[in-house]
């Protein structure tokens, strides 16, 4: 059974910064690459960041380049996320998520993964 366990989350001010974790198991983590997405309150899902399964390439959202940064331990199969420069707008749950396919490059759609965490809330007060 493949868990993906996120932690990290909670309340910053404006400009501040929080770094999030996710930790896999049930397969072999260093095969899939992993995103992270975030979903505001009436919003829809929308796609943040992701790696590939070696962590030798990376994208991002445009509303977090140059703030966010997207990295993974295999050794401790777990995917991080810092986030720096946090605004309001960063406000939201944060999920983590694995590919369906082994070895394959970085996916934007949340459909390309088929397991997801249970969210970690992201709060920017201003």
């Known amino acids: 059974q493949v868990q993906l366990i996120e932690s990290g989350g909670g309340l910053v001010q404006a400009g501040g910064s929080l770094r999030l974790s996710c930790a896999a198991s049930?397969?072999?983590?260093?095969?899939?690459?992993m995103g992270w997405f975030r979903q505001a309150p009436g919003k829809e899902r929308e796609f943040v960041a992701a790696i590939t399964w070696s962590g030798g390439s990376t994208y991002y959202a445009d509303s977090v380049k140059g703030r966010f940064t997207i990295s993974r331990d295999n050794a401790k199969n777990t995917v991080y996320l810092e986030m720096s420069n946090l605004g309001p707008e960063d406000t939201a749950v944060y999920y983590c998520?694995?590919?369906?396919?082994?070895?394959?490059?970085?996916?934007?759609?949340?459909?390309?993964?088929?397991?997801w965490g249970q969210g970690t809330q992201v709060t920017v007060s201003s």
């Open positions: 998520a694995s590919d369906r396919r082994r070895f394959g490059r970085v996916k934007l759609k949340a459909d390309e993964y088929d397991y």
């Open positions: 049930g397969r072999t983590f260093s095969s899939y690459a």
